[in-house]
């Protein structure tokens, strides 16, 4: 098991992967699946070569089976891990290394929107929903953390 920043070849995999978690999801319709969809690639495109980000990757065996991206150290704009390994621990181990990071730089917090599925995950690691920003998505949970 491998965490380590995303690289430009990367993106392929990325997307892979974002699309598989997409479709397993069971909380959104297929519409707004394929809008996320397209919206994530666009994000991985957008911020592979950025250096106002935190980008990293999960990698088993020399397979990319989830990443994480927070744009400008604030915005946790993507979390996917495969769905055959999720609840193993690795999307927790991506969301702790990214806050440890953006804790070294000086906005102090890192705000998301999240699903009703993964709000627990998210309230679990000290987040809380946000009283402070609201979602521009309609059935989306505004959240944030402080630090």
Same mark, same amino acid.
């Given at each position: 098991?491998?965490?380590?920043?995303?690289?430009?070849?990367?993106? @392929?995999?990325? +997307?892979?992967?974002? /699309?598989?978690?997409?479709?397993?999801?069971?909380?959104?319709?297929? $519409?707004?699946? !394929? /809008? =996320?969809?397209?919206?994530?690639?666009?994000? $991985?495109?957008?911020?592979?070569? &950025?250096?106002?980000?935190? =980008?990293?990757?999960?990698?088993? !065996?020399?397979?990319?089976?989830?990443? $994480?991206?927070?744009?400008?150290?604030?915005?946790?704009?993507?979390?996917?891990?495969? #769905? %055959?390994?999720?609840?193993?621990?690795?999307?927790? &181990?991506?969301?702790?290394?990214?806050? !440890?990071?953006?804790? +070294?730089?000086?906005? @102090?917090?890192?705000?998301?929107?999240?699903?009703?599925?993964?709000?627990?995950?998210?309230? +679990?690691?000290? =987040?809380?929903? %946000?009283?402070?920003? +609201? &979602?521009?998505? /309609?059935?989306? $949970? #505004?959240? /944030?953390?402080?630090?």
């Amino acid at each position: 098991m491998i965490t380590s920043v995303v690289l430009e070849e990367d993106g @392929g995999a990325l +997307k892979a992967v974002a /699309e598989r978690a997409l479709r397993n999801m069971e909380s959104i319709s297929m $519409i707004d699946k !394929e /809008e =996320f969809i397209k919206h994530t690639s666009n994000n $991985i495109d957008s911020f592979l070569d &950025s250096t106002d980000c935190v =980008f990293l990757k999960y990698k088993i !065996e020399n397979q990319v089976v989830a990443y $994480i991206l927070v744009k400008h150290f604030w915005n946790l704009s993507d979390l996917f891990v495969l #769905p %055959s390994y999720q609840k193993q621990g690795i999307g927790s &181990s991506l969301l702790n290394q990214a806050i !440890e990071i953006c804790r +070294k730089h000086t906005v @102090g917090y890192i705000r998301l929107n999240t699903s009703t599925s993964a709000k627990k995950f998210y309230l +679990k690691h000290g =987040f809380a929903i %946000s009283k402070n920003h +609201k &979602s521009r998505y /309609e059935n989306a $949970i #505004p959240m /944030e953390i402080q630090f």
